[in-house]
């Protein structure tokens, strides 16, 4: 079904059955039947097809939503389960403050790089007071910081592992 609901969305960027196909490598009758089963599995039309353009239908734009949601959430539990598996390979987001960016990043990055050589580090600066939100949105992966004035929910939902003396 991933694939499908993937062809679905190819359909929606593209607006166009030959379009989507070209974009995703696969002739335009594989795409038709795929979708023709993603309709037939969720019982509803997904597109309105018109003479050189389709357009989602109203179910459509509910499961194209969705999908995207999905894919997203697929995406980026590969991801985590990449980087729990011991940081062999994936992106891994740092948010810091700029004090923090400007004195200990460099090395802290430099020194995972050397020791996981195929893992993607991006470093973001954040204002301190950004940085929990940016840890609720999944922006970042870890935030350096100050955490004295962490949100209640923030408190809830997750540990702080390391913080700084005074």
């Known amino acids: 079904m991933i694939r499908r609901l993937e062809f679905a969305l190819a359909i929606d960027t593209h607006r166009s059955f030959g379009r989507a196909a070209r974009a995703l490598g696969v002739s335009q009758p594989s795409l038709t039947r795929a979708l023709q089963v993603l309709e037939g599995e969720l019982g509803a039309r997904l597109f309105e097809r018109g003479k050189t353009e389709c357009a989602p239908t109203e179910f459509g734009r509910i499961v194209l939503y969705r999908a995207r949601r999905m ?4 995406s980026e539990t590969r991801r985590e389960i990449a ?6 390979i994936g992106e891994f987001r740092i948010g810091a403050g700029m004090f923090a960016t400007q004195v200990w990043m460099g090395k802290a990055i430099g020194q995972l790089c050397a020791a996981h050589p195929r893992l993607l580090v991006r470093s973001v600066e954040y204002f301190w007071s950004q940085l929990p939100n940016a840890l609720m949105a999944a922006e970042i992966d870890i935030a350096v910081g100050e955490v004295s004035d962490l949100p209640q929910e923030f408190r809830d939902r997750h540990r702080t592992i390391a913080a700084a003396a005074r």
């Open 71 to 74: 894919l997203s959430e697929l």
């Open 83 to 88: 980087l729990l598996q011991g940081l062999q």
